[in-house]
């Protein structure tokens, strides 16, 4: 059946009345046109990409994390030439770390014997003490140099709102001032970590140095200090990371005073019954030591050149886990091998 002429005439001028852009968008998104298979079959392909990229954008970790920084892990891949970190050859065979935690600042002087060559606070004042700042240094150095297969690490941050440097590289500036690290085979096997604010920290840190160091985490690790924080460090520190009790040694050196009734129940008032109840050191005392001790707000790097064991630098048990003392949980690297490939230096 033909429309009527008035009806096509009317629809004729309407359109020709509303020729608006609104009108034509309409009349070209509601036109009837032909989709073939084959377009049909391309749109499906588009939306099944988007859709997988989408899961794998969501079910990977991201390449780059919230502050715009590279994947941790990809800091030490080798397919990423860039950001890769080469590391000489030398040091593919360095298993044992051998860590000084350092006690002050040595302000280069030409002698490192009197108190005023030192920053001190001070309870560290009195006979003998700044002789044992030099004896764990020497020590350390000396147990470096027998064995080839060890890294000296040196480990205290920058303590002092009085100096620019840390506690861990005056103490290297000294072993190398007095000679102890002119062996070449050894200097090159001393290095600092510059961020530990407290004995705890020294430990983990030295540890995470280590891995940034030489690419790896030590098998077995010595301990150079005074002896009477030896139960701080054998029986409390070496717990809280979980390291095996058969490759953690503790060395203990002492100057004359320090060996006496007072110097060992200060240590256990001040240090170890502390860390006794808070293994981690992040509740209340501890922590405030920490901060008093970080005059220039530093902040280590060891979350992005150590990122295996990040988790136990968050650790902080609280009641949920069974108090202070609750020890972390999580996987460590050690947790394998340690016990598998440590060897009898």
Known sequence: MLPLPTV?????????????PR???????TRRSRLTNLGVCLLAGLCAISLLYNLRYWALPPKYNNYGLYNQ??????????????????????????????????KGTKSW???KDWQLEPYQKGPGRVRAFYEHAARGAELA????????????GQTKSTST?????????????????????????????????????????SIAR????????????????YEFKRARFTQLHRKAIRWPAQSFHYVGVDPEHDSGSNAVEGERQNGYLPYAKDIYGCHSTLINK????????????????????SPLFDWCPGDSEGGGDALFKGTLPWDRTTISISRDV
């Not at 096509?8 to 001028?13: E, G, L, V």
């Not at 009108?23 to 998104?29: A, E, F, R």
């Not at 103490?171 to 407290?198: H, I, K």
């Not at 920490?290 to 064991?309: K, L």
Request: net charge positive; glycine share 4%; charged share 20%.
């Open 8 to 20: 096509t005439k009317y629809q004729r001028r309407t359109r020709y009345l509303d020729s608006s």
């Open 23 to 29: 009108k034509n968008v309409l009349d070209t998104l």
């Open 73 to 106: 892990g990809s800091l030490q891949h080798e397919n990423h030439a860039h950001f890769a970190v080469k590391r000489p050859a030398s040091r593919k065979d360095l298993d044992h770390l051998i860590m000084v935690p350092c006690h002050s600042i040595w």
């Open 113 to 115: 014997l009197e108190e």
């Open 145 to 156: 140099s027998h064995d080839p297969h060890s890294l000296l690490v040196f480990s205290g």
């Open 165 to 205: 440097t840390t506690e861990a590289e005056s103490y290297l500036r000294l072993a190398q001032a007095s000679g102890r690290l002119s062996n070449p085979s050894v200097s090159t096997r001393a290095t600092t970590e510059n961020y530990a604010m407290d004995s705890f920290q020294n430990l983990l840190f």
């Open 210 to 225: 280590f891995y940034e160091f030489t690419g790896r985490y030590p098998t077995k690790i010595t301990v150079v200090g």
């Open 290 to 309: 920490r901060r008093q001790r970080n005059p220039f707000s530093r902040f280590h790097p060891y979350y992005t050149s150590s990122p295996q064991i």
